[in-house]
């Protein structure tokens, strides 16, 4: 049994799979604030979607920059308590037994639609995740680029001296406007809820000023977008690629929405062992 661990800014998924290509159980819970207590959820979600078997690998993707060379985790969005410390910080008190494995969410998010989802049939898919932050990675031929060790689209900069982002502390980041939480800010209401296409289609020129800077510096064949406001897609869609079709530069790559919607992560984290158990062998 393998398990693969989404921990999200607003809630932590948790899930098995007896062969790392489908997923048998999963259970979803908000995340706390409280680290031992998040902890202590994990725990509980894990002996639950085992349903008793014995777990050989678990894969965890976690929101924030980790140093894979040390092992440490450099800068969390959330616990900063862990912030300098090694992985098995997080592991004390909370799995025990199996080996585990530590990546970025929205980089396992990638690899998943890169190796079976949205992004399968490209070489170069960039992907990008609109949930309460926003994230992404550049996945080259099936593989986590081990170069992209501090890889946040989400903090780059579209709005010269625009709206403050409080993680990065920058003004004008593209998670300042495209994140679930800089959407209620901004309008007064959750994405999920919102149908109105005025409102979508100034989403969407924020948008395609992050996904041009991306083209320009990935070179991507596809934009994969995950995360929890992929299930407004189809409203931001058409203006979107009528913002990105306004520069003649570079050629657009195919701009897909998620296969795997908020459970990418999930896909991500067993291909993910998948790759290391075939290297181990």
């Known amino acids: 049994m393998y398990v693969s661990i989404d921990l999200g800014k607003s809630n932590t998924r ?54 894979k060379m040390s092992g440490t985790f450099y800068k969390m969005a959330i616990y900063e308590e862990l912030n300098g410390l090694p992985y098995d910080a997080f592991v004390q008190d909370c799995i025990k037994g199996p080996q ?86 901004i309008y007064h209401m959750k994405p999920e809820d919102c149908s109105d296409e005025k409102t979508w289609d100034e989403f969407s020129v924020h948008l395609a000023s992050g996904i041009i800077n991306i083209i320009s510096m990935w070179a991507p064949e596809i934009v994969v977008i995950g995360g929890g406001l992929s299930q407004k897609f189809d409203f931001y869609y058409p203006g979107l690629i009528e913002n990105l079709g306004k520069q003649s530069f570079f050629p657009l790559p195919e701009i897909r929405k998620a296969a795997f919607g908020d459970e990418s992560g999930l896909h991500g984290g067993f291909s993910y062992i998948n790759k290391v158990i075939g290297k181990s062998l």
């Not at 948790?14 to 959820?41: G, Q």
């Not at 085992?50 to 929101?63: L, S």
């Not at 490209?122 to 609109?130: D, G, R, S, W």
């Not at 990675?137 to 680029?145: L, M």
């Open 14 to 67: 948790v899930a098995s799979s007896k062969d790392l290509k489908i997923i048998d159980k999963v259970e979803k819970f908000p995340t706390f604030k409280d680290l031992a207590a998040e902890k202590s959820a994990i725990r509980e979600a894990i002996y639950k979607v085992a349903n008793a078997e014995a777990v050989k690998f678990v894969c965890v993707g976690m929101p924030g920059i980790l140093n």
């Open 100 to 185: 585990v494995l530590f990546e970025n969410d929205a980089y396992l998010g990638g690899y998943g639609e890169a190796v079976a989802g949205s992004g399968k049939e490209f070489n170069v898919v960039a992907y990008l995740t609109l949930s309460s932050g926003v994230g992404g990675v550049r996945i080259p031929f099936k593989e986590i680029d081990p170069s992209f060790y501090f890889s946040e689209p989400g903090h780059q900069i579209i709005v010269e001296n625009g709206l403050d982002d409080p993680v990065c502390g920058q003004k004008g980041c593209l998670q300042a406007y495209c994140s679930g939480t800089a959407f209620e800010s």
